[in-house]
């Protein structure tokens, strides 16, 4: 608030219209000597594929599930003088010898996962990165675990739940003050109604509770932690023509409670970029095929939030395939 735009004061945007500026990394004539390692793989097991029809109930029961892992890693490190330093399994963000990271884990087991009915699946999830700057190290995590499933009680009507509890922190040595660890936990239950492959019409409710867990007395009340609780009540729609076009729609009402100072890092970051009090948010896309090879495309969304304008975003799109 001093009308200094300052380096602790960007952040990356959540709304195209709020991203008003780019970050150019410029590299310096100093160079490191480091060791590249690169090393990634993914495995998928399906048992079903394996197993016959006339396998025991056990077998099938195990043919129910399946497996699908992925992982990536791109690290530099300084040369120890040791001959073989190489370890894809070993990731440690404060070893001193670390200059550079890109790590991603996903692993998911699905039960049911094509099954009409009733189908459920858990996805452990792990991102992490580390880079070198002129003013230190700046480490980013990202971890989370999602449970899901979903129930076709009739042909027309389902039932889905998203359950996440994840961990998402920051540590900069330079800005001490952007450092954060989020714990936040989601509970997204959906009701849907579609009556045939034209229409769908869904309900939702979003409850989202964080905390940040590097507890900064100077913003928050009372030397506790920052603490944000979200509430969304949301609708959706969609309506498709055959060979013609579709249009979607959605309208969330978000109601936002926080206990500190809402222009900090840690902030933009709990409030999903909006503020205390009540938030609305709507969005409609129409998509049509004017030929059999040319595509237009028609975007709007919109948000309001307290003490603030209405922001309208609008934007067309026109594909042409050869």
Request: no cysteine; aromatic share 14%; net charge positive.
């Amino acid at each position: 608030d001093n009308g200094v735009a300052e380096l602790n004061e960007f952040e990356i945007a959540q709304f195209s219209d709020q991203a008003l500026y780019i970050k150019v990394y410029t590299p310096t004539s100093q160079y490191v000597k480091v060791l590249h390692d690169q090393f990634s793989f993914s495995l998928n097991l399906r048992p079903a594929v394996f197993l016959k029809d006339s396998s025991g109930k056990a077998l099938k029961f195990v043919s129910r599930f399946a497996s699908q892992s992925v992982y990536r890693v791109d690290k530099k490190s300084y040369d120890n003088g040791e001959l073989f330093t190489f370890n894809p399994a070993y990731i440690n963000l404060k070893d001193s010898f670390l200059t550079a990271l890109n790590y991603s884990l996903r692993q998911s087991l699905f039960f049911n996962q094509s099954a009409a009915v009733f189908g459920t699946d858990y996805t452990y999830q792990s991102n992490l990165s580390k880079q070198l700057l002129t003013n230190g190290f700046e480490n980013r995590e990202n971890t989370t675990h999602e449970w899901r499933w979903r129930w076709n009680v009739t042909r027309a009507w389902s039932l889905n739940n998203t359950s996440t509890y994840g961990i998402k922190s920051t540590v900069s040595e330079f800005f001490s003050t952007r450092n954060y660890k989020i714990e936040s936990i989601n509970l997204e239950p959906k009701l849907s109604y579609q009556p045939n492959t034209a229409f769908r019409i869904s309900v939702l409710y979003k409850h989202n509770k964080k905390q940040n867990t590097i507890n900064r007395t100077e913003s928050a009340t009372l030397g506790t932690p920052e603490k944000a609780e979200l509430n969304d009540f949301g609708l959706e729609f969609k309506y498709n023509q055959v060979e013609k076009g579709s249009i979607t729609g959605k309208a969330d009402f978000i109601n936002i409670s926080y206990n500190a100072l809402e222009n900090t890092s840690v902030a933009y970051e709990m409030l999903n970029a909006l503020k205390i009090g009540y938030n609305y948010t709507w969005e409609l896309s129409y998509q049509r095929n004017l030929t059999n090879n040319i595509q237009i495309s028609i975007n709007y969304n919109g948000r309001k939030s307290p003490n603030s304008k209405i922001i309208n975003i609008g934007g067309a799109q026109v594909r042409a395939f050869f």
